[in-house]
């Protein structure tokens, strides 16, 4: 459970004392709504910012003070909750119960926060070129890595064709043609975009109270907070009308069937906790019915696995096959859909499931990283706390998935074929 607490116009604190673990953490995150126009300088920005400051102006500077403060670490964060981006950073630090008396960690990563945010190197004014242009480098190279992993490309592709009009179908990372274009003044204006217009949102896991982080934090934020924060929001669409086919032909060994689906669930709403239970069952483990019955048992793919976007309503069913074997790959997925819509799943299947989620969500509670992913995305959107969606899950019944398996309605099927496919 965490405690909510406003830092200063539009920065709130989500504070979890815990003496769990031997290190704190926090996270800080501007919330941006993800658009084609800024998707880029977005994912460009907290690189850049990372890369040089005032008082470290440099990349050795930077991992030396970090190597001070008992090798604590701190990165670039760039996360997407269905049309809503987070632009921020994540640290991650000794306790200070752990070190000799009278040293200090939290109150001078906070200063270092605040270097990283507020007091970046420039030149005339701007970002300084070098930066920009070193990290525009690393970003493109990130984005046209992705035609290399063709598992990737094709659910991005599907999404892109079946999310066409909406923001969620921009790439996370935007495009490399829009990368290239941005120039340190045109980087510099979009920061003070960011910091002028977002929604800040900050995560504390540690051994401080909640009041006490809160008293550390706010010095960073004091004087820059948000008055006029641009809404964030995702479009929900519930339901599918008709189902598009197409595909794309690649020098490939190996097919890639990917198919979307609309779930008319999201984490806020009450169907949620059977959603994510029914996609363990119908795809999204070891156990599930595409691995069992799809793969192994038929012997139609070489991988077949499901995953919801819990906040967009979507779900990508993905699978590697032999050219040949489009259709009746296809054929047998929708088959395993159908089973699940009409209740066709025994307590066996339930209850391993019901394991396999419930033991999920308790690892989410013992890592940091996992508690600072669930409870930012709360910022996004409301959810149950994690110990009340573990109970709902441990009473959901058969009946419970069928009535969820029943919202989901293909939407996007894509095939990635050979050349000669």
Known sequence: MTENIVLAPGVTLRAM????????????????????????????????????????????????????????????????KGEVKLVGFYADFIEEAFLPEGEEVFVPMAEFLEQVLYHPLTENGVFTARAVEGEKQNLINAIESELNDKRTY???????????????????LGDAQNVRAITPESLWT?????????????????RRSPQEAAEVLSRVFAGHGCLSPVPART??????????????????????????LRTGVT??????????LLNSVFGGS???KLFRNVREKLSLCYYANSSIESYKGVMVV?????????????????????????GNITQEELEISRRLVLSSLRMSMDSPVQLDEYYIGAATAPRDDLPVLMEKISALTVEDLRRAAQRLTPDTIFFLKGVQG
């Open 17 to 80: 004392q815990t003496d769990k673990f031997k290190t704190a953490c926090f996270s800080v995150n501007f919330l941006r709504p993800h658009c084609a126009g800024d998707a880029a300088a977005d994912a460009l920005l907290p690189s850049v910012l990372l890369r040089a400051t005032e008082r470290y102006p440099d990349i050795r500077s930077i991992s030396v003070r970090l190597d001070e403060l008992y090798g604590a670490t701190f990165g670039t964060l760039l996360r997407r």
């Open 154 to 172: 094709a659910v991005t592709k599907m999404l892109r064709t079946m999310c066409a009009g909406e923001a969620y179908g921009v790439p996370r």
């Open 190 to 206: 979009h920061y003070q975009k960011v910091l002028t217009t977002s929604r800040v949102e900050i995560f504390y896991a540690g």
């Open 235 to 260: 479009e929900v669409i519930r339901h599918a009308d008709t189902v598009r086919e197409f595909s794309e032909a690649m020098d490939v060994t190996q097919g890639k069937l990917v198919l979307g």
């Open 267 to 276: 984490v806020s709403e009450p169907e949620f906790p059977a959603l994510l």
């Open 286 to 288: 070891m156990n599930s």
């Open 318 to 342: 993905s699978s590697g096959i032999a050219f040949e074997n489009y259709e009746t790959a296809k054929t047998a997925i929708l088959r395993e859909l159908e089973a699940c819509r009409q």
